[in-house]
């Protein structure tokens, strides 16, 4: 394993290393956000795949796009839009992963809905992330108001709204970026470009190659970035973060990966794509990545990794243990916030 100074000197020889300008402890905790929502996501499959939950719907191998992108905002500023897979998001934003199973099982202590929504609702006022609806791209429209609130307000705030990019067929997409685009809004659009949308292939979706080719349309920036590298889409999203808040309006950066599980856990994705596809995308696993350049960079040690692993299975296991024995929802408070006043014949 290199040390620091060896690393320092390749630097010096080769040019700048991809994390310049990030500190140590960040990426180090980038690194700890990618294996912990990792680790959730693999209890959450097992929970369901026993029986203990109905349903589930999962990012992985798209870590290094969720935290990338988080850690390039300011938390308690900005405003977060997200979409069913961000589960890295969640995690890299503040939400524990005894919050996250409290949301799977439907609980009633729950920060997303208090049981109220399915799974992957994903929402937290504290930490200004904002419920999505469940047709898909309709956080978009809502981030772009979010935005428009901002701008008129006179406030820093920078909104990031996320989606698949099979989401981005869907005309709230494509309201919101033209809306975006006239107002010159503080709005970010992160497309997880996974290569299919359900079982649709990206070529059966459009007929370019990139989703930020579209940005162009609306008279905004459009970039694309390898998604498995987290430096790369933490650079990429922190430099349209910074022009937003100027006030340089909207950008879409599309981040290039790939889901390595099915769509959901009532999906047989043996149907439209082979098992080599999928063996040939796992050997390119974002967090095996990310941990071997912080092993060479000599940021991270084995020592340290083994003794982070542990704490976070420990965690996932508590997390497990409390919120399947959390209280469940009230039934009488089924309609609290659904009406502005409670309609007679209901308890």
């Given at each position: 394993?290199a040390t620091a100074?060896?690393?320092?000197?390749?630097?010096?020889?080769q040019?700048?290393?991809?994390?310049?300008?990030?500190?140590?402890d960040q990426?180090l905790k980038?690194?700890?956000d990618?294996?912990?929502?990792?680790?959730?996501?693999?209890r959450?499959?097992?929970?369901q795949?026993?029986?203990?939950?109905?349903?589930?719907?999962?990012?992985?191998?798209q870590e290094?796009?969720?935290?990338?992108?988080t850690?390039?905002i300011?938390?308690?500023?900005?405003?977060?839009?997200?979409y069913?897979?961000?589960?890295g998001?969640?995690?890299?934003?503040?939400?524990?992963?005894?919050?996250?199973?409290?949301?799977?099982?439907g609980?009633?202590?729950?920060?997303?809905s208090?049981?109220?929504?399915?799974?992957s609702?994903f929402?937290?006022?504290?930490?200004?992330m904002?419920?999505?609806?469940?047709p898909?791209?309709?956080?978009?429209?809502?981030?772009v108001?979010?935005?428009?609130?901002?701008?008129?307000?006179?406030?820093?705030e920078?909104?990031?709204?996320?989606l698949?990019?099979?989401s981005?067929?869907?005309?709230?997409?494509?309201?919101a970026?033209?809306?975006?685009?006239?107002?010159?809004?503080?709005?970010i659009?992160?497309?997880?470009?996974?290569g299919?949308a359900?079982s649709q292939?990206?070529?059966?979706e459009?007929?370019?190659?990139d989703?930020?080719?579209?940005a162009?349309?609306y008279g905004?920036?459009?970039?694309?970035?390898?998604?498995?590298?987290?430096?790369?889409?933490?650079?990429?999203t922190?430099?349209?973060?910074?022009?937003?808040?100027r006030?340089?309006g909207p950008?879409l950066?599309e981040?290039?990966?790939?889901?390595?599980v099915?769509?959901?856990?009532?999906d047989?994705?043996?149907?439209?794509?082979?098992?080599?596809?999928?063996e040939?995308?796992?050997?390119r696993?974002?967090?095996?990545?990310?941990q071997?350049?912080l092993?060479?960079?000599?940021?991270?040690?084995e020592?340290?990794?083994?003794?982070?692993?542990?704490?976070?299975?420990?965690e996932?296991?508590?997390a497990?243990?409390?919120?399947?024995q959390?209280a469940?929802p009230?039934?009488?408070e089924?309609?609290?916030?659904v009406?502005?006043h409670?309609?007679?014949g209901f308890?």
């Amino acid at each position: 394993m290199a040390t620091a100074r060896e690393s320092a000197r390749r630097s010096t020889k080769q040019g700048a290393e991809p994390h310049v300008g990030i500190p140590n402890d960040q990426l180090l905790k980038m690194y700890r956000d990618m294996v912990l929502t990792r680790r959730v996501t693999d209890r959450m499959i097992a929970l369901q795949r026993q029986g203990r939950v109905a349903f589930f719907i999962s990012g992985q191998g798209q870590e290094a796009t969720q935290v990338g992108v988080t850690h390039a905002i300011k938390r308690g500023t900005d405003w977060v839009f997200p979409y069913y897979r961000d589960q890295g998001v969640c995690i890299a934003l503040g939400m524990t992963a005894r919050e996250l199973m409290l949301d799977l099982f439907g609980k009633a202590e729950g920060p997303c809905s208090h049981g109220r929504q399915m799974p992957s609702h994903f929402g937290h006022a504290a930490l200004r992330m904002v419920s999505g609806s469940s047709p898909v791209a309709t956080q978009t429209l809502h981030a772009v108001g979010c935005a428009l609130a901002a701008k008129l307000r006179g406030l820093p705030e920078v909104c990031i709204t996320s989606l698949g990019e099979g989401s981005t067929g869907q005309g709230d997409f494509h309201e919101a970026m033209n809306f975006a685009g006239v107002h010159k809004l503080p709005v970010i659009f992160i497309v997880e470009n996974n290569g299919y949308a359900i079982s649709q292939p990206q070529s059966k979706e459009m007929a370019v190659k990139d989703v930020a080719d579209r940005a162009a349309g609306y008279g905004f920036r459009g970039s694309v970035v390898d998604g498995n590298d987290i430096m790369a889409v933490y650079q990429t999203t922190r430099w349209a973060v910074e022009e937003a808040r100027r006030g340089h309006g909207p950008s879409l950066v599309e981040c290039k990966t790939y889901r390595i599980v099915p769509h959901s856990s009532s999906d047989d994705d043996r149907r439209y794509r082979t098992r080599k596809e999928v063996e040939e995308w796992v050997k390119r696993d974002p967090i095996d990545r990310f941990q071997k350049y912080l092993l060479g960079a000599g940021i991270l040690s084995e020592e340290t990794d083994e003794q982070m692993r542990a704490g976070i299975e420990e965690e996932v296991t508590d997390a497990v243990r409390y919120a399947e024995q959390a209280a469940d929802p009230d039934p009488a408070e089924a309609l609290k916030h659904v009406y502005a006043h409670q309609p007679t014949g209901f308890p």
